[in-house]
C-alpha cells in the first residue's frame, strides 16, 4: 500500500497579458502581465510531486517538443509548499520544482465518455459558469491531447535540490521488489478522505491541506461494468466528499487506512446549472501506471481481503433494487418493492404527462407518451418497455406505483427491497435525527450514461412527526437530479424513506444537502395491503392525508406580524 505520501500545494505561473489564460478558474492573480494559479499535489518519495496537468495547461506550448512531450513556455515556473515550510509568523517558503513530463491516466477519458453518455456539450469542467477550463474539451476524448490534459493529464514534477526539503521526501524511494506495495479496490460505501489546500490561492499559510470525506458512490470501468477486482482497481471513483477549488490534484487517502487511493480531478459540472455535488477521483492504480517509468515501482498486486465480490454488502444489495425509470424525455429513480415487479415512485415524475380523463387511481399517460423502466446489476442491463402505470397520488404523498412483468429478470432473478411491515420497523432502530444514511438513486447521470445507481451518505437531519408516527424525513445525503423516487437506507441496507426532492433557494437553486424523504412507516400499510389482495382502494387512502401533514409537506408557516411603521417602502418577502 502507498502510506509514504504528503499533501503539498502545488502554484505555477506564466506570461498572460491579456488575462485570458484565468478562463474558467474560481480563483487567480493577475499581475504585471502574469497570472498565477495554485492547485494540490501529492509528494512521493525521491522528490516526485503528482499533481492535475489542468494546473499547467494555460502555460504549457501549444505545440510538442521535438520529443512529443508537453512543455511549458519560456517565462513560466511552477514551486511547491509544503506545510512544514510554514512558520509559526505564517511566512512560506516554496521549493522550486521541474516539468518531469505529462503523463494520461489511461482508461478515464474512456470512463468520462461512459459517464457523460451522447452529448458532451451539456458537461464541462472547471469552475467557470458555462464554459469548461482550458484543456478540457469534452469533444475531444477520445484520444488524449492537449485539447483534453486538463481533465485526465498528470503532471510529474521533481523538486530541485533545497535544505527545505523534508527529510523523508530526499530519501532514496522503498517502493523496491523488497518493500511491495498493495492497492486496495474501491468498493462502493467504502470512507475516503480528500486532501487538498481549497481556496489555497487566497492565503496558503492558512487553506493549505484542509479535508472533506466521503464514500465512494459509485465506480466507473473504461469500457464496461467491472466484474473483477483488477478492472475495479482501474475504474474511475465518484465520490459525495466536498470538492472545493484549488483541491484538484490533491490526494485522496483511504479512510480506515491512511493509504493513497487517488488524486482529485477537476470537479464536473452541468451547463444547464443543475447542481452536481459529486467528486471524481483518479485511482491509484492509474497513478502508479503513469508514474512507473519515474520511480522504481514492482509490479502492482491487490490485496486479498480486498478481492471481494462486487455485489456483497447491504449497501449493493439495496442498490440493485433501484431502477431508472423514463417518462417522456425526462428521468427519475425507482425501487422495486416485490418479486412480482411492481415499482415504488414519485407522482410528480408523471404529473405533467398524464391525460385529462383518467383519475389518479386508474390513471394514463397521454398518447405518444413512452414509460420504460432499465433494471440494472454489474453484469448486466435490461430497458422493459412493457410497463403499468397503476397509481398516482394526488396528495401530499407523493408516491406513484409501477408494475413491470415478473419475467423481467437479472441473473435469473429481479432484485426487490421489500417494505418492511409496522412490527418489522418497530423491532428495528429507529431512524432519529444524526442517524447515518444513504441516498440511492440515478442522480446527475440520464439514460444515455448507462452508469449504475449513486450511492452518497449523509446523517438524518430531522424527523418530522404527527401523532408521534413520522411523516417527513430530512437528510444531508446529497440528492440531484434524477435521484426522485430512490431511496434512503440506513447502515443496514434497510429501506427507510422514498427520496421526494430537494431544498430549493428563493431563486430556484437546488440545495443538494438538504432533501426530503417519505418515511415507510407513512406508506406501508396502504401499498402492503395492495400488494396483498390487488385492491386499489387501498392506495386511494394516500390521497387523503390529515390536514396537518399537508401542511408540513407543503412547508407552510405563519410568517411574522409587526406594527405598521410611517413611510415603509414594502418590497416582495422571499420564503
Same mark, same amino acid.
Given at each position: 500500500m502507498i502510506q509514504n505520501w504528503s499533501s503539498v500545494c502545488v502554484r505555477c505561473h506564466g506570461p498572460d497579458p491579456n488575462g485570458f489564460k484565468t478562463e474558467g478558474r474560481a480563483f487567480f492573480h493577475n499581475e504585471a502581465g502574469y497570472s498565477t494559479f495554485t492547485a494540490s499535489g501529492v509528494a512521493l518519495e525521491s522528490g516526485l510531486i503528482v499533481t492535475s496537468a489542468s494546473l499547467l495547461r494555460p502555460?504549457?506550448?501549444?505545440?510538442?517538443?521535438?520529443?512529443?512531450?508537453?512543455?511549458?513556455?519560456?517565462?513560466?515556473?511552477?514551486?511547491?509548499?509544503?506545510?512544514?515550510?510554514?512558520?509559526?509568523e505564517g511566512h512560506e517558503t516554496w521549493i522550486l520544482a521541474d516539468l518531469v513530463a505529462v503523463v494520461e491516466a489511461e482508461g478515464m477519458l474512456s470512463s468520462i465518455r461512459r459517464l457523460t453518455g451522447q452529448d458532451p456539450s451539456m458537461w464541462i469542467f472547471g469552475w467557470g459558469p458555462n464554459k469548461g477550463q482550458l484543456g478540457t474539451d469534452m469533444h475531444s476524448i477520445h484520444r488524449f491531447s492537449l485539447r483534453n490534459v486538463g481533465i485526465s493529464g498528470l503532471a510529474i514534477l521533481r523538486l530541485r535540490p533545497s535544505a527545505v526539503t523534508p527529510p523523508y521526501i530526499r530519501e532514496q524511494s522503498i517502493l523496491s521488489d523488497y518493500y511491495p506495495y498493495h492497492l486496495s479496490v474501491p468498493t462502493i460505501g467504502k470512507k475516503l478522505t480528500l486532501h487538498g489546500s481549497g481556496f489555497g490561492l487566497i492565503a496558503p499559510s492558512?487553506?493549505?491541506?484542509?479535508?472533506?470525506?466521503?464514500?465512494?458512490?459509485?465506480?466507473?470501468?473504461?469500457?464496461?461494468?467491472?466484474?473483477?477486482?483488477?478492472?475495479?482497481?482501474?475504474?474511475?471513483?465518484?465520490?459525495?466528499?466536498?470538492?472545493?477549488?484549488?483541491?484538484?490534484g490533491g490526494a485522496v487517502s483511504w479512510g480506515e487506512t491512511?493509504?493513497?487511493?487517488?488524486i482529485s480531478m477537476l470537479p464536473i459540472r452541468r451547463t444547464d446549472g443543475e447542481p452536481v455535488d459529486i467528486s471524481l477521483v483518479i485511482p491509484a492504480s492509474c497513478i502508479v501506471s503513469a508514474i512507473s517509468p519515474y520511480m522504481a515501482i514492482p509490479k502492482q498486486s491487490l490485496l486479498p481481503h480486498h478481492v471481494a465480490a462486487l455485489n456483497s454488502g447491504s449497501l449493493l444489495n439495496s442498490r440493485q433494487a433501484v431502477v431508472m425509470v423514463q417518462v417522456g424525455q425526462t428521468w427519475a429513480s425507482g425501487v422495486v418493492i416485490s418479486k412480482q415487479g411492481h415499482i415504488l415512485t414519485n407522482a410528480h415524475v408523471f404529473t405533467s404527462f398524464l391525460d385529462n380523463i383518467s383519475n389518479?387511481?386508474?390513471?394514463?399517460?397521454?398518447s405518444g407518451v413512452s414509460l420504460r423502466v432499465r433494471i440494472d446489476s454489474p453484469q448486466q442491463q435490461q430497458w422493459v418497455d412493457d410497463c403499468d402505470l397503476i397509481f398516482v397520488s394526488e396528495s401530499c404523498w407523493d408516491v406513484a406505483l409501477i408494475k413491470i412483468p415478473e419475467t423481467c429478470v437479472l441473473n435469473g432473478f429481479l432484485p426487490f427491497l421489500p417494505l418492511r411491515n409496522r412490527d418489522e420497523i418497530l423491532k428495528s432502530r429507529p431512524i432519529t435525527k444524526g442517524s447515518p444514511l444513504f441516498a440511492i438513486g440515478h442522480g446527475i447521470f440520464g439514460p444515455s450514461s448507462g452508469v449504475l445507481p449513486l450511492i452518497t451518505s449523509g446523517i438524518c437531519s430531522k424527523v418530522v412527526a404527527y401523532n408521534n408516527q413520522p411523516v417527513m424525513l430530512l437528510s444531508s445525503a446529497p440528492v440531484h437530479r434524477g435521484n426522485s423516487g430512490g431511496?434512503?437506507?440506513?447502515?443496514?441496507?434497510?429501506?427507510?424513506?422514498?427520496?421526494?426532492?430537494?431544498?430549493?433557494?428563493?431563486?430556484?437553486?437546488?440545495?443538494?444537502?438538504?432533501?426530503?424523504?417519505?418515511?415507510?412507516?407513512?406508506?406501508?400499510?396502504?401499498? =402492503? !395491503?395492495?400488494?396483498?389482495?390487488? @385492491?386499489?382502494? /387501498?392506495?386511494? %387512502?394516500? =390521497? !387523503?392525508?390529515?390536514?396537518?401533514? @399537508?401542511?408540513? /409537506?407543503?412547508? %407552510?408557516?405563519?410568517?411574522?406580524?409587526?406594527?405598521?411603521?410611517?413611510?415603509?417602502?414594502?418590497?416582495?418577502?422571499?420564503?
Open positions: 502555460f504549457l506550448m501549444d505545440k510538442l517538443s521535438s520529443y512529443g512531450e508537453m512543455v511549458l513556455c519560456s517565462n513560466s515556473g511552477v514551486d511547491v509548499l509544503f506545510e512544514s515550510n510554514i512558520d509559526d492558512v487553506l493549505i491541506n484542509n479535508i472533506s470525506q466521503g464514500i465512494v458512490a459509485n465506480i466507473v470501468h473504461p469500457h464496461r461494468a467491472a466484474r473483477r477486482a483488477d478492472e475495479q482497481a482501474s475504474s474511475l471513483i465518484l465520490t459525495d466528499a466536498k470538492f472545493l477549488p484549488g483541491m484538484e491512511g493509504e493513497l487511493a487517488g389518479r387511481t386508474w390513471p394514463n399517460l397521454r431511496v434512503l437506507v440506513n447502515t443496514d441496507g434497510h429501506f427507510v424513506g422514498l427520496v421526494t426532492g430537494n431544498g430549493k433557494t428563493s431563486t430556484g437553486r437546488t440545495i443538494t444537502h438538504l432533501n426530503f424523504a417519505i418515511p415507510i412507516e407513512a406508506i406501508t400499510a396502504a401499498v =402492503n !395491503s395492495y400488494l396483498m389482495d390487488g @385492491d386499489r382502494k /387501498w392506495l386511494d %387512502r394516500l =390521497n !387523503s392525508p390529515p390536514s396537518r401533514i @399537508d401542511d408540513i /409537506w407543503s412547508l %407552510r408557516g405563519t410568517p411574522p406580524v409587526w406594527e405598521p411603521v410611517d413611510k415603509v417602502h414594502q418590497i416582495a418577502s422571499k420564503l
